[in-house]
């Protein structure tokens, strides 16, 4: 109810990681968000390493989520990419987001920091999802991004 009060009107709830973790607190946080008036959004941690994991991990969001009524878009959180190459991150995601998006029928978001949004994540993704940048310490995040459309994230 605090939040609320304070001006913010939509929170981003972690749902699932992989193929077999679900947040804890992901029942909790979301019935109390809901309880508070709050506009909610889920996010999804990705740690596929291959397209056919990026469908399952697709599947398992989508399942995590099922039941809930989310007002804001879904969101891809893929920032740990280990050995994997650019060409195949991009694979990774573009399977991810297309899946998630066929199961849920809801748009998606791609959260990254700028570094990513830059060098890695490819412009064909640029142009069919916004950016959800993560940049923190600063008072205007920076443009030199693959991204048209993109939002910022606020940390107060």
Known sequence: MRLKQNGIQIVYIKSSQGTNITDPYFRINYNN????????????????????????????????????????????????????????????????????KELTGKDLVIYSDAYNARNVFAEELAASYPLWIAEYGVEVPTSDVRWNNWVRLSIL
């Open 33 to 100: 968000a809901k309880a508070s008036g709050l506009n909610v959004g889920f996010y999804h941690y990705v740690t596929a390493r291959t397209v056919e994991e990026a469908y399952k991990e697709a599947e398992y969001f989508s399942s995590v989520i099922s039941g809930t009524s989310p007002e804001c878009k879904l969101v891809m959180d893929f920032e740990n990419f280990g050995n994997l190459s650019v060409p195949e991150i991009n694979d990774i995601s573009k399977a991810f987001l297309e899946r998630t």
